[in-house]
C-alpha cells in the first residue's frame, strides 16, 4: 500500500533550527510537496523535491532521497510566525498525491 | 486514519461539457469539506467550503455557477465543472474535517483530480 509518516507534532525555540522528517512508500514517484497551513488558511507551498539533494529556500530547505523514500524540512532562525501545520505529500506514478497526517509545529520564545 | 478518496483521479473532456468530481471521506463523517485547485509548484488555492446540507461558500472570484458544489449527505461532496473550457485544465483537490473530531483545524486531504479540457 501507499502511505506517508511524518511526526504529528513537535516543539521548538523561536531563533533555533527544526527539522520535520516523512518517509513515504508508493507506487512510483513524481516528487514530494511540503506545505505549510495555518489554523483556518489554504495550504502553502514551500517545496518540490524530485531529485536526490538539498534545495534552499531563504530559511527553509528541503532534502530528498528517494532511494530511502525520505525527505525533511528544515526550518531555519524559527519565528513564531513559523507555528503552523506543516504536511508532506508524494505523488506516484499516477499523479496523485498522497497526503501526510501533517505536523503540528509550536513555536515557543 | 482518516481517508479521504477523490473519483475520478484523472479525466479528459471536450471544451463545452460538464465534469462533476466526486470527494468522500470513507472513515468518517465531514460536515464541511474544501475544494481547492492546484496550479503546478503552486500552494493550493481554496475556491469554496462546502457545507453538508446548506449551499457552499465561494471565494472571491470564483464563479459558483461554473462551479457547482453539492454536499448531500456526511460523507460526500461533489464539484461539478460546467461548460469547461481549457483554461479550466488543473488539479482539483479536496479535503475534508472530522465533524466527530474535537480537532477543528485538521483537514484531511483527497489524492486530487487531474482535468484536461481540450
Known amino acids: 500500500g501507499q502511505n506517508i509518516d511524518q511526526p504529528t507534532e513537535m516543539t521548538a525555540t523561536e531563533g533555533a533550527i527544526v527539522q520535520i522528517n516523512c518517509t513515504y512508500q508508493t507506487s512510483g514517484f513524481n516528487g514530494l510537496f511540503w506545505y505549510q497551513q495555518h489554523a483556518g488558511e489554504a495550504p502553502t507551498f514551500l517545496s518540490y523535491?524530485?531529485l536526490d539533494g538539498l534545495e534552499e529556500k531563504g530559511r527553509f530547505s528541503s532534502f530528498l532521497s528517494r532511494s530511502k523514500g525520505y525527505s525533511y524540512l528544515l526550518l531555519k532562525e524559527l519565528q513564531m510566525k513559523d507555528s503552523a501545520s506543516y504536511l508532506c505529500?508524494?505523488?506516484?506514478?499516477?499523479?496523485?498525491?498522497?497526503w501526510g497526517a501533517g505536523t503540528k509545529l509550536i513555536i515557543k520564545p | 486514519g482518516a481517508v479521504v478518496s477523490q473519483h475520478p483521479s484523472r479525466v479528459i473532456c471536450k471544451s463545452g461539457t460538464s465534469v462533476k468530481i466526486e470527494c468522500r471521506s470513507l472513515?468518517?463523517?465531514?460536515?464541511?469539506m474544501f475544494w481547492y485547485r492546484q496550479f503546478p509548484k503552486q500552494s493550493l488555492m481554496l475556491m469554496a467550503t462546502?457545507?453538508?446540507?446548506?449551499?457552499?461558500?465561494?471565494e472571491q472570484g470564483v464563479e459558483k455557477d461554473k462551479f457547482l458544489i453539492n454536499h448531500a449527505s456526511l460523507t460526500l461532496s461533489t464539484l461539478t465543472v460546467t461548460s469547461a473550457h481549457p483554461e479550466d485544465s488543473s488539479f482539483y483537490i479536496c479535503?475534508?474535517?472530522?465533524?466527530?473530531?474535537?480537532?477543528?483545524?485538521?483537514?484531511?486531504f483527497g489524492p486530487g483530480t487531474r482535468l484536461t479540457v481540450l
Open positions: 472513515d468518517f463523517q465531514a460536515t464541511t
Open positions: 479535503s475534508a474535517r472530522d465533524s466527530t473530531s474535537g480537532d477543528t483545524d485538521t483537514q484531511y
Open positions: 505529500a508524494a505523488m506516484d506514478s499516477n499523479y496523485q498525491l498522497i
Open positions: 523535491n524530485v
Open positions: 462546502s457545507n453538508e446540507g446548506s449551499k457552499a461558500t465561494y
